[in-house]
């Protein structure tokens, strides 16, 4: 399946531990809280009292949308460069079609997955060091110029736990992107992952970034449902925690046609915006709104990083000239 196309994937990194909140104990041995509901419930009744809920960590792995999105990018075949603080041995477990360029130690993440979901408890301090100025010291104009023209696909992500995101991709932009000639027109995938605790304007300042990219390229802004919808409030002016407006948004062909229509107002519309739910993905173009259905696994043996992984998918098939 390998393919000539490069990618260059940054600029997070994550040691994740996948785990269980355990409901009860017997003999036999753990029962574990099934939804997220049921451990709101049962951390509810502690309050004023303390308690403990013991956790069991199923596995230890790769993390970070960079991580996680450049490994399965390499295992279709897509060879890359992952830019993020992977100072921790398990980076090495990643595919051997991924040059790891690292910016200092991880993040950690305590991912706790349920049946309806999942609860990110993550330390995110080591990310303060990552703006511009920082990652251009670290590896060099002129390498990331080198690695901007050697790429087909740049993907950018976890803006929402990157304290400097904006300075990040605004100056990527402006000291490689718009200063490095190419051949051809890469694409560029943004995804801002959850803006909740993130401010409106620092929101719709990360949009007009996405947007001022539009001239060098292809441009996809993707996301979930959750983080569309957020987005989708934070447009209107209100915060994206507003959790009454949240569950007053449309549909989501609604939600990403106005995404797209409102982040293109000062260069152009966003070519692509797609949103991935549980069991179904869309984009929207300027042809509309192309919806597929998924195959949803009732069950899966691990949630964290499935939209990683669509991401994926969705960039080889861009590489490939397949889908819109």
């Known amino acids: 399946m390998e393919t000539s ?11 994740d531990r996948i785990q269980k909140a355990v409901r009860s104990k017997s003999p036999t041995g753990s029962h574990y ?8 419930d049962l951390m509810q009744t502690m309050a004023g009292k303390s ?6 960590t199923l596995a230890t ?10 490994n399965a990018l390499a295992a279709l075949g897509v060879s890359n460069c992952c830019v993020g603080p992977l100072d921790d041995p398990i980076f090495e477990q990643m ?5 790891r360029v690292s910016l ?6 305590n991912a706790l997955e349920f049946g309806d979901g999942k609860i990110m408890l993550s330390e995110v301090a080591p990310f303060e060091v990552l703006h511009w100025t920082y990652l251009a010291d670290r590896i060099g104009l002129e390498t990331l110029r080198e690695q901007y023209r050697r790429s087909q696909l740049l993907a950018f992500v976890d803006w929402a736990n990157l304290p400097h995101g904006n300075d990040l991709w605004a100056g990527y932009r402006i000291h490689i992107v718009e200063t490095t000639p190419v051949a051809s027109p890469p694409h560029f995938l943004f995804d801002l992952c959850d803006p909740t605790k993130r401010s409106t304007d620092e929101v719709c300042a990360c949009l007009a970034i996405v947007a001022s990219y539009t001239p060098y390229g292809s441009v996809t802004l993707g996301m979930n449902e959750n983080e569309a919808r957020r987005i989708y409030i934070a447009l209107h002016g209100h915060n994206p925690a507003d959790s009454v407006r949240l569950a007053q ?6 939600v990403a046609t106005y995404i797209r229509q409102q982040i293109g107002r000062s260069a152009g519309a966003v070519p692509r915006v797609l949103i991935h739910p549980t069991a179904s993905s869309l984009v929207a173009t300027d042809s509309g709104i192309e919806q597929q259905t998924g195959r949803l696994v009732p069950v899966p043996k691990v949630l964290t990083g499935a939209g990683d992984n669509l991401n994926a998918g969705y960039c080889w098939g861009q590489s490939n000239r397949a889908g819109p």
Do not use: M, S, W
């Open 95 to 99: 595919h051997a079609a991924c040059e």
């Open 104 to 109: 200092g130690p991880p993040a950690t993440t």
């Open 249 to 254: 948004t449309p549909d989501l062909p609604a």
């Open 33 to 40: 809280v099934e939804t997220i509901g049921e451990v709101a």
């Open 5 to 15: 196309a490069r990618a260059f994937v940054g600029f997070d990194g994550y040691v």
């Open 61 to 70: 792995k790769i993390g970070g949308n960079a991580p996680i999105l450049a």
């Open 51 to 56: 308690g403990q809920i013991e956790l069991v």
